[in-house]
């Protein structure tokens, strides 16, 4: 490990990206070797929990049609009354 406390702060900057920590040049030296030496540690993303399986979803029902045995011409005398 290089000598953080002897660089100046770009170096420190530089120095930072290459470990993935990102640092600004507001900071205080200080604060930046402290940083470097302690990096924060990456919050874990907590997994999401199985409780059961989904409700398997039910086929439609759809109502049956009422199919006549007449043919079309039945229904046409039907309608005239021959």
Known sequence: MANVS?????????????LGIKLDDGMVKKTMVQLIKNPPKAKAKPKAKIVGKPPTP???Q?????VEDKSIWQKVKDFFGV
Do not use: D, S
Not at 6 to 18: D, P, R, S, Y
Not at 62 to 66: A, E, G, H, R
């Open 58 to 60: 039910q086929p439609i």
């Open 62 to 66: 759809m109502p049956k049609k009422v």
């Open 6 to 18: 002897k660089m100046n702060k770009a170096q420190l900057i530089e120095h930072g990206k290459t």
